[in-house]
């Protein structure tokens, strides 16, 4: 057998590998055609196995440097994928890389600004390939009273929160599209769904997150690209830092607020369910249910 025709074989496996892997391909571990040429062209089995398993599904996440995006990447990397980190501070999001194992990349980039976004992609596409997953964690709020809120604020928190958003969804949906598949998580809010009085601005930005990734999902569903949202309440971050936790968590039904991980194995569940797509899944103790 020709050396070239036995690494074609190996890409098509590779490729029906990963592809099984997201729940595209049921039964054997390979498509068809890959099975048969498999078969055909690798037995008896060689030494190294030329057998490959999947190599690991990348990983975006954007605010993965440090609260709900952080513990995402830490759950997603005890699973075996491969990240990449992105947020303004790239000391930051390089520290946590690092803590999550040497496969892990990070990268600095500002999610309000198109260009920088659209670099940022080029080069996680050259360092790591194929984009199979991303999360949207990266979030900044500018709580007030409406007439008290500046409009570079109200700018701010849409171009970060939602048009942010919709840019990262933009490349990553464009390198999905090429690989037949993907999965995307977006961070809400409970704010986004219910409002609340001093967070007009943010819960607008949150709101229209949930229009966009319903509408999303409608519009890449059959390109096997899912979309779906993550709407937390009350969680322990830096975000959360400064409120008056004692008072809060008293209109909580559980009784206390979130912990990051306690996110992520909401978002880590939506990206890895193969058949949901365009849902908000509320994870906040139970508050949506009080206000
Ligand atoms: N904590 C909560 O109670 C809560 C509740 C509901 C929803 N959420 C949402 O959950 C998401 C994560 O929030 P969190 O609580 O984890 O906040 P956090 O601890 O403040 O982390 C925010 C993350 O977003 C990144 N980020 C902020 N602005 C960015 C920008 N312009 N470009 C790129 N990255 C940016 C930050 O890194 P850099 O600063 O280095 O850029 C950081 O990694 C946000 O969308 C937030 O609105 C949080």
């Known amino acids: 057998i020709e050396k070239e025709t036995v690494n074609v074989s190996h890409s098509l ?68 994928y491969r990240l990449a980190l992105a947020a303004r501070n ?60 500046k409009a570079e604020d109200m700018v701010s928190q849409l171009h970060t929160n939602l048009l942010g958003t919709m840019l990262t969804c933009k490349a990553a949906v464009k390198n999905m599209i090429q690989q037949e598949g993907g999965a995307i998580v977006n961070i809400g809010s409970i704010v986004g769904l219910k409002g609340n009085s001093g967070q007009s601005v943010y819960s ?21 690209i899912r979309v779906n949202m993550v709407a937390p309440g009350f969680i322990h971050t830096d975000m959360t830092a400064h409120l008056k936790e004692e ?11 979130g912990e990051p991980h306690e996110v992520a194995r909401a978002v880590v569940f939506l990206l890895e369910s193969p058949y949901v797509t365009g849902h908000v899944l509320v994870v906040d103790g139970g508050l949506q249910l009080l206000i």
């Open 204 to 224: 607008a930005s949150k709101a229209g997150l949930v229009g966009f990734s319903r509408s999303l999902a409608k519009e890449v569903a059959r390109k096997n």
């Open 90 to 149: 790239l000391e930051l999001a390089q520290t946590t890389a690092n803590s999550l194992g040497a496969s892990h990349l990070a990268f600095s980039c500002d999610v309000s600004k198109e260009e920088n976004i659209q670099n940022t992609f080029k080069e996680i596409e050259k360092s790591l390939g194929h984009i199979s997953y991303l999360v949207n964690a990266a979030g900044i709020n500018r709580d007030g009273l409406l007439l008290r809120t």
């Open 13 to 80: 496996l590779e490729a029906g590998l990963r592809r099984r892997r997201r729940g595209y391909v049921r039964g054997g571990g390979a498509c068809c055609t890959c099975l048969l040429l498999g078969r055909a062209l690798l037995a008896p089995p060689p030494s190294p196995p030329l057998l490959l398993s999947a190599p690991p599904e990348v990983c975006v996440i954007f605010g993965g440097s440090r609260g709900i995006g952080q513990a995402v990447a830490q759950l997603l990397a005890q699973k075996g």
């Open 247 to 257: 008072e809060l968590k008293k209109a909580i039904p559980l009784g206390r607020f």
